[in-house]
T-cell receptor
Framework: EAGVTQFPSHSVIEKGQTVTLRCDPI?????LYWYRRVMGKEIKFLLH????????ESGMPNNRFLAERTGGTYSTLKVQPAELEDSGVYFC?????????????FGEGSRLTVL | SQQGEEDPQALSIQEGENATMNCSYK?????LQWYRQNSGRGLVHLIL?????REKHSGRLRVTLDTSKKSSSLLITASRAADTASYFC?????????????FGSGTRLQVQP
């Protein structure tokens, strides 16, 4: 069974440009999460989908970030326009039951470097 | 400060020694989870302990949970060089109603061969 896959693994862009990160969760997992780790600091929650609905987007830093999960399958996270402080590793995770009862399965992450 | 705070931030030991990492949290929880992240890789789930459990074992891992002190510890016995990684505790934050996990900054473990 395929795990959580993320694309691209690494992206280098100029400040002001746009980047779209993609996450394919484990098939059948209704819960999909986005997290970000900046400069070795804590892993910060961004948002949580249940199927195609945004369950919680309280962690999204500002309106330059837009996440979608059309059809409840894969998800995209777009940053537009990118700023220097957006650099970091963006992790996607999925789960069957939700964090209250079970584990999250993480992808390898997408490293974003904004120059 | 964060819901999950690991201590120490960094730990260096020799192969064969035991490693103990601690985690403190603030709100009530129904479970606490530990994850490992090898450099440049994703997080891997290690163990989940429920709020009504005090101790749990999985191979060389031993996790304890003290809900009265809002703390947990992860013990890795007979460490190996391959255990070198960052370790994170994570909890569903019932205080905010968030249904996702809240992580801390992690403990960086270095096991010297």
């Amino acid at each position: 069974e395929a795990g959580v896959t993320q694309f691209p693994s690494h992206s280098v862009i100029e400040k002001g440009q746009t980047v779209t990160l993609r996450c394919d969760p484990i098939s059948g997992h209704d819960n999909l999460y986005w997290y970000r780790r900046v400069m070795g600091k804590e892993i910060k929650f961004l948002l949580h989908f249940v199927k195609e609905s945004k369950q919680d987007e309280s962690g999204m830093p500002n309106n330059r970030f837009l996440a979608e999960r059309t059809g409840g399958t894969y998800s995209t996270l777009k940053v537009q326009p990118a700023e220097l402080e957006d650099s970091g590793v963006y992790f996607c995770a999925s789960s069957l039951q939700g964090a209250e009862t079970g584990e999250l399965f993480f992808g390898e992450g997408s490293r974003l470097t904004v120059l | 400060s964060q819901q999950g705070e690991e201590d120490p931030q960094a730990l260096s030991i020799q192969e064969g020694e035991n490693a103990t990492m601690n985690c403190s949290y603030k709100t009530s929880i129904n479970n606490l989870q530990w994850y490992r992240q090898n450099s440049g890789r994703g997080l891997v789930h290690l163990i989940l302990i429920r709020s009504n459990e005090r101790e749990k074992h999985s191979g060389r891992l031993r996790v304890t949970l003290d809900t009265s002190k809002k703390s947990s510890s992860l013990l890795i016995t007979a460490s190996r060089a391959a255990d070198t990684a960052s370790y994170f505790c994570a909890t569903p934050d019932r205080g905010t109603g968030r249904r996702a996990l809240t992580f801390g900054s992690g403990t960086r473990l270095q096991v010297q061969p």
